[in-house]
């Protein structure tokens, strides 16, 4: 049973991205990530990159139905207009790049803009990689963002979780994969 509490993050919205069944395991609170060496990786890369920036950044908002947002953004150029998120791996980058998109879609939700009224954009930083992304959110994101948070919405009352995927090139690194695949 989902709480009637529901709030949507970027984690999440990355998860559904990348795999709906993931996304449902995450709203029942079952955290398969402590058990992995990946993850344990990503969170010492946060804590020990960028350390001058402006680092875990909250921010709520709500979805045109409703829904409360939340996110926490990795850290921000706010004198730029630029969040940064910070990964790993590019292994998952369209699921980044959309938790991304997710944090700029609740800035515009509450409208918050650079000081010249230009939208904030975002980047993705892949510090072992030495590597950066640039990432915008455009007018064809809002839509899509409003139909992933529908389609969470929906996963939360879910009694059964959805298939499992079909392509498991994925599921071989994802912390899940045994509750998945046993």
Not at 67 to 86: C, S
Request: hydrophobic share 40%; with cysteine.
């Amino acid at each position: 049973m989902i709480s009637k509490s529901l709030r949507i993050g970027g984690m999440l919205i990355g998860y559904y991205r990348l795999c709906p069944r993931k996304a449902w395991w995450s709203l029942r609170g079952i955290a398969m990530e402590q058990e992995s060496d990946a993850v344990a990786l990503g969170r010492l890369l946060d804590e020990s990159s960028y350390a001058r920036s402006d680092k875990h950044l909250e921010i709520e908002a709500e979805a045109p139905d409703g829904t409360p947002l939340v996110g926490k953004i990795d850290r921000a150029n706010l004198k730029h207009g630029v969040l940064h998120e910070t990964k790993k791996g590019r292994s998952c980058e369209d699921a980044h790049r959309w938790q991304l998109r997710f944090y700029l879609w609740l800035l515009y939700r509450n409208g918050v803009t650079r000081a010249d009224g230009v939208p904030f954009s975002g980047q993705l930083d892949y510090p072992l990689l030495r590597r950066t992304e640039a990432v915008f959110l455009e007018a064809e994101h809002y839509l899509e963002l409003e139909k992933n948070v529908a389609a969470i919405s929906s996963l939360a009352i879910q009694e059964i979780p959805p298939p499992v995927l079909t392509q498991r090139s994925f599921c071989a690194k994802c912390s899940f994969e045994e509750l998945c695949f046993g």
